[in-house]
């Protein structure tokens, strides 16, 4: 089965370290996002692709990067990771076209990072 | 912009208890409407969707119609179970331009057999 996965699940840094988390997609879908999720704030884009060599900021992308060099993977770097970026990160994908079935978006596990 | 208002939680209900939960948004164009649900420790999973105004969605015995002239898309479940406990999230879109989704903030679900 067509899957999304995440990794680590789980990491602990420290300030000022980069962090690299991963998203692997076996749905083949063209379009790839970034969401953080915080308290009273839902899920924020951070950001997002819709293609090899492609790649957008969200609304919140300050201290976060990606880079899309295949399809099926869009990690998210933070630079120098700050207590601010301590959250839950959810990686997501979708189809690129099919307005007709809603473009359903399919979300990974998600990775709880702490930052010290 | 578009945007999402979910109503604040948490919310309590007992078991077999009617269930609604509001949502309203703020949208040009004509967005998909959805309801995601998050168990506790997993990620999102779709619910529901409605792609055109009056569409209903349905799932799992829960609803949502997709109320253009309200700008709304509330869920409803006529009797909850305690497994139905979790976090459930309205969210806008795609549209022209923007194929990522427009969250609400999310309503925590408790229901106490």
């Known amino acids: 089965d067509a899957e999304i996965t995440q990794s680590p699940r789980h990491k602990i840094t420290e300030t000022g370290r980069q962090v690299t988390l991963a998203c692997h997609q076996t749905?083949?879908?063209?379009?790839m996002f970034w969401y953080r999720q915080d308290l009273g704030h839902g899920l924020r884009l951070i950001h997002y692709?819709?293609?090899?060599?492609?790649?957008n900021k969200g609304e919140v992308s300050d201290g976060y990067s990606v880079s899309r060099s295949n399809t099926e993977d869009l990690p998210l770097t933070l630079e120098s990771a700050a207590s601010s970026q301590t959250s839950v990160y959810f990686c997501?994908?979708?189809?690129?076209?099919?307005?007709?079935?809603?473009?359903?978006?399919?979300f990974g596990p998600g990775t709880r990072l702490t930052v010290l | 912009g578009n945007s999402v208002t979910q109503m604040e939680g948490p919310v309590t209900l007992s078991e077999e208890a009617f269930l609604t939960i509001n949502c309203t948004y703020t949208?040009?164009?004509?967005?998909?409407l959805f309801w995601y649900v998050q168990y506790p420790g997993e990620g999102l999973q779709l619910l529901l969707k409605?792609?055109?105004?009056?569409d209903k969605g349905s799932n799992k015995g829960f609803e949502a119609t997709y109320r253009k002239e309200t700008t709304s898309f509330h869920l409803e479940k006529g009797s909850v179970q305690v497994s139905d406990s979790a976090v459930y999230f309205c969210?806008?879109?795609?549209?022209?331009?923007?194929?990522?989704?427009?969250f609400g903030s999310g309503t925590r679900l408790q229901v106490q057999p």
């Open positions: 969210a806008l879109g795609p549209d022209t331009g923007r194929r990522a989704l427009t």
């Open positions: 749905w083949n879908h063209n379009n």
């Open positions: 409605a792609t055109k105004a009056d």
């Open positions: 692709s819709y293609g090899v060599q492609d790649t």
């Open positions: 949208a040009t164009g004509y967005p998909s």
């Open positions: 997501a994908s979708s189809e690129a076209s099919g307005r007709a079935r809603g473009n359903e978006q399919f």
